[in-house]
């Protein structure tokens, strides 16, 4: 399959109708962030268009069709490939979800080191991660070695020293515990902090399994 590299009219490029890969309206003004700020994004992925002369339709790259639409590009640099219908459709259903996924470690090095030169404000407009999490990483690069403790605190210091909890989980498993944190701190009477969430969701499940002492 050849491909070429071109700058196409930005009214030549139609979405694929059967394009099912959509962002929420947060992500797609981060992403417009990222652009304005840059002048850079991937380029589209298109082939041309079956029946509609001198047009192309867009494989890959519908979110960043419309948010180069909004801020007035008037020509979208794109990878063309010459494809039938039907590889474009396998190309459609693959493109737009084939990705990996972070390892949370290099993830969090990746971040502790973007908040050395950016502020919470730029990085949280401009990336997917939350700006509690942003903030709650940048206190716990502050703090000293001696204060991280992997746990077996003493109760003289328990109090006081936060304690690192290392695991991983699969994507959707760490949607759904951020979703129960997120609910957590939106029905707290006080603003609190991620760990202080999951500390009240380990209370109240340890409540409901606690054997009942009259029983």
Request: overall charge negative.
């Given at each position: ?40 994004y ?20 519908h ?22 219908d ?15 996924s ?5 993830r ?43 746990g ?34 939106a ?29």
């Open positions: 399959m050849d491909a070429t590299l071109q700058d196409i009219p930005i009214d030549c490029l139609v979405a694929h109708p059967e394009n099912s890969n959509h962002m929420t309206a947060e992500m797609l003004r981060k992403l417009r962030r990222h652009i304005e700020r840059t002048g850079k991937e380029p589209l992925t298109v082939r041309p268009h079956p029946s509609a002369e001198g047009k192309y339709e867009v494989l890959n790259g979110n960043r069709l419309r948010v180069l639409r909004a801020i007035g590009h008037q020509s979208v640099r794109c990878v063309v490939w010459d494809v039938d039907d590889q474009a459709r396998l190309y459609l259903a693959t493109l737009n979800r084939l990705a990996g972070d390892v949370p470690e290099r969090a090095a990746l971040l502790e080191g973007l908040l050395g030169t950016f502020d919470i404000a730029d990085l949280s407009a401009l990336l997917p991660d939350d700006r509690r999490q942003l903030e709650e990483l940048e206190r716990l690069s502050r703090l000293e070695p001696e204060d991280l403790v992997a077996g605190a003493s109760d003289k210091h328990e109090s006081r020293l936060p304690v690192i909890l290392d695991f991983v989980l699969e994507e959707a498993e760490a949607k759904e515990v951020n979703l129960a944190l997120d609910t957590i701190r029905s707290a009477d006080e603003e609190i902090s991620g760990g202080q969430a999951l500390v009240r969701l380990a209370r109240f499940y340890l409540a409901q399994c606690r054997p009942d002492p009259a029983a």
